[in-house]
């Protein structure tokens, strides 16, 4: 098993196991990603928030890398040494990154229905300036209905491309994809409200900002006014474990069970997602766990659960 | 006069022909290869030619052949990347419109040595007239037995393909290349894998350059050590340089590597000197992707001794005082010319040509090309010209491709030699320009 060194901390890991991943494991100093999502094939390495410094390239190979690398990307090696919040210049550039990201990006998070859960408002709180310095005009785009229940408000897309792959790998009728280059380019589909297949729904929940939204919940309230519920059902086409964002009495939303990356646990399909939204639908599991650090968890539902982690610290 | 291994017989009869390209000793090289010699052996000679990658980088091209993974009994491919979009750089337009049989030929040797038996020629979208020559030379070398089943009986069979891209300058990089090539959005993939592993469709793959690979053709005629001969050092053989600015002769140059970037310029078998008897005041020595560099810096290097045309020479005192050979697309600036206003229209390409994949990239080239527009008409401030430096050094070397490099290193190169530039054009906002948009003469260049 390849041993690497992150910040320090030393862990042994499978094979194959990219530098974010053998982060995630060590539980600590875990650096950030837009783009990349463990279940989804082929993504990660375009957001480029994930950048760490490889200060020694393997036992075999020492010398370090020339460039900072995405560690969602690369695959660790037999003691390598990586650094992520201890090099002032993954800082540095990380702190680019989130501004970058922030250029076409609207700033106007309070009447954004992903706010409380938007993982670039958290990313540009915990590595951001608290000022622009871009003074341009920000691109624009008509909001626009690309399914019957998803809403695409490309003015807030940061391009993860995590949405486009959804579609490619869990359906079979991908009708959708980026069209355009550079600045302008755009998540679309040739005809409007083209997407219609059982796991569409999933888009919303991998888009890390408010690009994609659930039209059945859109503007009906600020998540952080919906209590989390996780609850399950027997479903013959996913595994029916979902979260309920309840209002009252009332169910305004279901979404499939994030994890402490806020990452989907398991893909839900349509069925549970739209049409059961009756507290009779469903078994009730209890309040759900809010791992992730956001305006969300400060309502504090329950203390975070221990993670998994196979550390071994070095002295 | 320097030798010329490509352009020999650029003014033949007849030469975009294969009667006259065989009159002029065509094909010659797939004889000798193909009957004569292995295929490791065609390999070994490129090798000793110390033939570097003309698409750019300069990447010795034999040690990439060497690097293709040859067990993994999936099908190998070349690819020729003749995307050629670099602004200033043209030559193998050149190339390819007046002797396509040439770059047929190269294709042909270098694909038996790499063992392919399919390859394509990928070329611009906007060179489609040169796409129908390549075709009609491909269909002459077909029915003369150069491709196909069974070349000229030895056993080896090549099928060769053109295949035109749509207009992305970002499809020039190889992998992005390769994306485009199996029909998807031309966004460059991450590496590693590298295409020698895992390129075309996830087979074993080389991208060449178009030069490159008609390199390949004198390379095997004359043997390695006869090109490795010209040349100084590690920059072996002639270069096409595509010479364009404020010359008196732009146009393509075969050049020897090792002659002075001075004699280049200023003597009448190339450039001719500066046009209108002006001062040189900078150049692009290799394509918008390089730095630019003032004259004191591109005449002479920081040892005082003359800058030559080679891979070592012209990036001599790293992005400081030097800059880079590329693809020797070679831009020439008068003392009039406007170095901000040049560096909005570098800026303003890679703003339009970013693929928009990773974010450095496509917010980055955008953000620059806004801030020098605002400085180049006259709406700049002072802490512009800082703020422009720190974008670029934030994009360059965070993105996966290359064009953030390229985007960043022509802003920071202009702001390191010209700042003064930038700094008038923020101070007299009014006063830049007389009506043919040319730089007023208040501002005195440095002299050799
Ligand atoms: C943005 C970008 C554009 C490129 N465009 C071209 C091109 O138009 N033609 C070319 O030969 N190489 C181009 N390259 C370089 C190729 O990626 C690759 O290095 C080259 O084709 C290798 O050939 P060589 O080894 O023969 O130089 C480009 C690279 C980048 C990053
Ligand atoms: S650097 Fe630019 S062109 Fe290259 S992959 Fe990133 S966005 Fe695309």
Same mark, same amino acid.
């Given at each position: 098993?390849?041993?690497?060194?992150?910040?320090?901390?030393?862990?042994?890991?499978?094979?194959?196991?990219?530098?974010?991943?053998?982060?995630?494991?060590?539980?600590?100093?875990?650096?950030?990603?837009?783009?990349?999502?463990?279940?989804?094939?082929?993504?990660?390495?375009?957001?480029?928030?994930?950048?760490?410094?490889?200060?020694?390239?393997?036992?075999?190979?020492?010398?370090?890398?020339?460039?900072?690398?995405?560690?969602?990307?690369?695959?660790?090696?037999?003691?390598?040494?990586?650094?992520?919040?201890?090099?002032?210049?993954?800082?540095?550039?990380?702190?680019?990154?989130?501004?970058?990201?922030?250029?076409?990006?609207?700033?106007?998070?309070?009447?954004?229905?992903?706010?409380?859960? =938007?993982?670039?408002?958290? /990313?540009?709180?915990?590595?951001?300036?608290? #000022? &622009? *310095?871009?003074? %341009?005009?920000?691109?624009?785009?008509?909001?626009?209905?690309?399914?019957?229940?998803?809403?695409?408000?490309?003015?807030?897309?940061?391009?993860?491309?995590?949405?486009?792959?959804?579609?490619?790998?869990?359906?079979?009728?991908?009708?959708?994809?980026?069209?355009?280059?550079?600045?302008?380019?755009?998540?679309?589909?040739?005809?409007?409200?083209?997407?219609?297949?059982?796991?569409?729904?999933?888009?919303?929940?991998? =888009?890390?900002?408010?690009? /994609?939204?659930?039209?059945?919940?859109?503007? #009906? &309230? *600020?998540?952080? %006014?919906?209590?989390?519920?996780?609850?399950?059902?027997?479903?013959?086409?996913?595994?029916?474990?979902?979260?309920?964002?309840?209002?009252?009495?009332?169910?305004?939303?279901?979404?499939?069970?994030?994890?402490?990356?806020?990452?989907?646990?398991?893909?839900?399909?349509?069925?549970?997602?739209?049409?059961?939204?009756?507290?009779?639908?469903?078994?009730?599991?209890?309040?759900?766990?809010?791992?992730?650090?956001?305006?969300?968890?400060?309502?504090?539902?329950?203390?975070?659960?221990?993670?998994?982690?196979?550390?071994?610290?070095?002295? | 006069?320097?030798?010329?291994?490509?352009?020999?017989?650029?003014?033949?009869?007849?030469?975009?022909?294969?009667?006259?390209?065989?009159?002029?000793?065509?094909?010659?090289?797939?004889?000798?290869?193909?009957?004569?010699?292995?295929?490791?052996?065609?390999?070994?000679?490129?090798?000793?030619?110390?033939?570097?990658?003309?698409?750019?980088?300069?990447?010795?091209?034999?040690?990439?052949?060497?690097?293709?993974?040859?067990?993994?009994?999936?099908?190998?491919?070349?690819?020729?990347?003749?995307?050629?979009?670099?602004?200033?750089?043209?030559?193998?337009?050149?190339?390819?419109?007046?002797?396509?049989?040439?770059?047929?030929?190269?294709?042909?040797?270098?694909?038996?040595?790499?063992?392919?038996?399919?390859?394509?020629?990928?070329?611009?979208?906007?060179?489609?007239?040169?796409?129908?020559?390549?075709?009609?030379?491909?269909?002459?070398?077909?029915?003369?037995?150069?491709?196909?089943?069974?070349?000229?009986?030895?056993?080896?069979?090549?099928?060769?393909?053109?295949?035109?891209?749509?207009?992305?300058?970002?499809?020039?990089?190889?992998?992005?290349?390769?994306?485009?090539?199996?029909?998807?959005?031309?966004?460059?993939?991450?590496?590693?894998?590298?295409?020698?592993?895992?390129?075309?469709?996830?087979?074993?793959?080389?991208?060449?350059?178009?030069?490159?690979?008609?390199?390949?053709?004198?390379?095997?005629?004359?043997?390695?050590?006869?090109?490795?001969?010209?040349?100084?050092?590690?920059?072996?053989?002639?270069?096409?340089?595509?010479?364009?600015?404020?010359?008196?002769?732009?146009?393509?140059?075969?050049?020897?590597?090792?002659?002075?970037?001075?004699?280049?310029?200023?003597?009448?078998?190339?450039?001719?000197?500066?046009?209108?008897?002006?001062?040189?005041?900078?150049?692009?020595?290799?394509?918008?992707?390089?730095?630019?560099?003032?004259?004191?810096?591109?005449?002479?290097?920081?040892?005082?001794?003359?800058?030559?045309?080679?891979?070592?020479?012209?990036?001599?005192?790293?992005?400081?005082?030097?800059?880079?050979?590329?693809?020797?697309?070679?831009?020439?600036?008068?003392?009039?010319?406007?170095?901000?206003?040049?560096?909005?229209?570098?800026?303003?390409?890679?703003?339009?040509?970013?693929?928009?994949?990773?974010?450095?990239?496509?917010?980055?080239?955008?953000?620059?090309?806004?801030?020098?527009?605002?400085?180049?008409?006259?709406?700049?401030?002072?802490?512009?010209?800082?703020?422009?430096?720190?974008?670029?050094?934030?994009?360059?070397?965070?993105?996966?491709?290359?064009?953030?490099?390229?985007?960043?290193?022509?802003?920071?190169?202009?702001?390191?030699?010209?700042?003064?530039?930038?700094?008038?054009?923020?101070?007299?906002?009014?006063?830049?320009?007389?009506?043919?948009?040319?730089?007023?003469?208040?501002?005195?260049?440095?002299?050799?």
């Amino acid at each position: 098993m390849p041993k690497v060194t992150i910040d320090d901390i030393t862990i042994d890991v499978p094979a194959g196991t990219t530098i974010l991943e053998a982060a995630r494991m060590i539980g600590e100093n875990v650096p950030p990603a837009m783009c990349y999502y463990s279940k989804l094939k082929g993504s990660g390495g375009k957001c480029r928030v994930c950048l760490v410094k490889v200060t020694k390239g393997s036992e075999k190979d020492p010398r370090p890398m020339p460039k900072l690398v995405a560690s969602c990307r690369t695959a660790v090696m037999d003691g390598m040494e990586v650094k992520n919040v201890t090099s002032p210049e993954v800082i540095e550039a990380r702190k680019g990154v989130v501004e970058f990201l922030l250029v076409n990006h609207p700033l106007d998070c309070p009447v954004c229905d992903q706010a409380g859960e =938007c993982h670039l408002q958290d /990313l540009s709180y915990e590595h951001g300036a608290a #000022k &622009s *310095r871009y003074e %341009f005009k920000r691109r624009t785009f008509e909001t626009r209905d690309i399914g019957d229940k998803i809403k695409l408000h490309m003015n807030r897309c940061i391009l993860c491309y995590r949405c486009t792959q959804v579609a490619d790998q869990l359906t079979d009728q991908r009708v959708h994809g980026v069209l355009g280059r550079g600045e302008v380019s755009e998540i679309s589909t040739y005809i409007e409200t083209a997407i219609d297949n059982e796991f569409s729904g999933n888009m919303i929940d991998v =888009c890390p900002v408010g690009a /994609l939204t659930d039209k059945t919940f859109r503007f #009906k &309230s *600020r998540v952080w %006014f919906t209590k989390p519920v996780y609850a399950h059902r027997n479903c013959t086409k996913c595994t029916g474990k979902v979260t309920l964002w309840y209002q009252g009495e009332e169910v305004l939303r279901v979404t499939s069970r994030k994890d402490q990356w806020g990452e989907s646990e398991a893909f839900i399909c349509n069925e549970c997602r739209y049409d059961k939204k009756a507290t009779s639908d469903w078994k009730i599991e209890g309040p759900a766990h809010v791992d992730r650090h956001s305006v969300i968890s400060q309502n504090h539902y329950e203390l975070p659960f221990e993670l998994p982690v196979t550390q071994k610290k070095l002295q | 006069m320097g030798r010329k291994l490509l352009l020999e017989h650029l003014n033949k009869a007849n030469i975009n022909t294969m009667e006259g390209y065989l009159q002029n000793g065509g094909y010659r090289s797939v004889e000798k290869a193909l009957k004569k010699m292995t295929p490791d052996e065609v390999t070994e000679e490129v090798k000793k030619s110390g033939l570097r990658g003309r698409g750019g980088a300069g990447f010795a091209t034999g040690m990439k052949w060497s690097f293709l993974d040859r067990n993994s009994g999936k099908p190998r491919y070349l690819l020729c990347n003749a995307d050629e979009s670099e602004p200033g750089t043209f030559k193998d337009r050149l190339l390819m419109e007046k002797i396509p049989h040439l770059l047929i030929e190269g294709m042909i040797v270098s694909s038996y040595a790499l063992g392919c038996r399919t390859s394509y020629i990928y070329i611009r979208g906007e060179y489609m007239f040169i796409l129908r020559i390549l075709e009609k030379a491909i269909a002459e070398a077909y029915a003369k037995g150069y491709l196909g089943e069974n070349i000229l009986g030895s056993g080896y069979s090549l099928d060769l393909h053109v295949h035109p891209g749509a207009g992305a300058y970002i499809c020039g990089e190889e992998t992005a290349l390769i994306e485009s090539l199996e029909g998807k959005r031309g966004n460059p993939r991450i590496k590693p894998p590298f295409p020698a592993i895992a390129g075309l469709w996830g087979c074993p793959t080389i991208v060449n350059n178009v030069e490159s690979i008609a390199a390949v053709v004198p390379i095997i005629n004359d043997g390695g050590d006869e090109y490795a001969k010209i040349g100084i050092g590690k920059s072996t053989g002639t270069k096409l340089i595509s010479a364009s600015g404020n010359i008196n002769k732009p146009g393509v140059y075969e050049i020897e590597m090792g002659i002075s970037v001075e004699e280049f310029i200023y003597s009448d078998e190339y450039c001719g000197g500066i046009k209108n008897n002006l001062e040189l005041k900078a150049c692009v020595p290799g394509g918008s992707s390089v730095p630019i560099l003032p004259n004191h810096l591109l005449l002479k290097m920081s040892d005082g001794n003359p800058r030559l045309m080679t891979y070592e020479s012209l990036s001599e005192g790293g992005f400081a005082t030097g800059s880079m050979l590329g693809s020797g697309g070679f831009i020439v600036y008068d003392e009039k010319a406007c170095i901000v206003r040049n560096t909005w229209n570098f800026a303003r390409f890679y703003h339009h040509e970013s693929c928009g994949q990773c974010s450095p990239c496509r917010e980055g080239t955008g953000w620059m090309e806004r801030v020098l527009h605002n400085i180049e008409y006259g709406h700049g401030k002072m802490e512009d010209i800082d703020l422009l430096w720190d974008i670029q050094r934030k994009i360059e070397g965070n993105t996966i491709c290359p064009l953030g490099d390229a985007a960043a290193w022509p802003v920071a190169a202009a702001i390191r030699h010209f700042r003064h530039e930038f700094e008038y054009h923020v101070k007299y906002p009014n006063r830049v320009f007389d009506e043919d948009h040319v730089y007023q003469p208040e501002m005195k260049m440095q002299k050799v």
